[in-house]
């Protein structure tokens, strides 16, 4: 069966993570960034390529977290830890709607549904909220 990898990553700078809101999401949600592996590329290639493509970002180390299969369309998402070598976010709006950063309190807020703007992050069962539980409880 077919299978397509996607890499999943939250992007921290030590102190904060970005998050960005997609164009189909609804409400206020705000997740890690995710994309594509190209054919031949390996994974750490592939989150750099897609932080840089979606917000500007240079990434260098880049860490293994977990994995988890998602059935649309048959992907196997790997989800990573991404460091952070610049700061400036500049937003491809043809990829997302809004990108920026978060402290651990704002993303805690937002996991927990009590964030004072009303943004909230993926549910228990998506690898995304376990990568920014990873980062809230300071094991990133």
Not at 23 to 43: C, K, N, V, W
Not at 81 to 99: N, Q, Y
Not at 114 to 125: D, I, N, S, V
Request: glycine share 6%; aromatic share 8%; proline share 6%.
């Amino acid at each position: 069966p077919r299978t397509d990898p996607v890499v999943i990553m939250l992007v921290t700078d030590g102190e904060r993570c970005i998050l960005a809101h997609e164009h189909r999401y609804q409400g206020q949600m705000y997740s890690t960034l995710a994309g594509f592996l190209e054919p031949g590329e390996d994974i750490e290639h592939a989150v750099r390529r897609e932080v840089l493509e979606e917000t500007g970002i240079r990434v260098g180390r880049v860490a293994y977290h977990s994995s988890q299969p998602w059935p649309f369309p048959h992907s196997l998402m790997m989800g990573c830890i991404a460091h952070a070598e610049t700061t400036e976010i500049v937003i491809d709006k043809s990829e997302i709607a809004d990108a920026r950063w978060f402290s651990r309190e704002e993303a805690r807020a937002m996991l927990e549904r009590r964030h004072p703007e009303g943004l909230t992050a993926p549910a228990r069962h998506a690898i995304a909220n376990r990568l920014i539980w990873s980062f809230v409880e300071g094991k990133t």
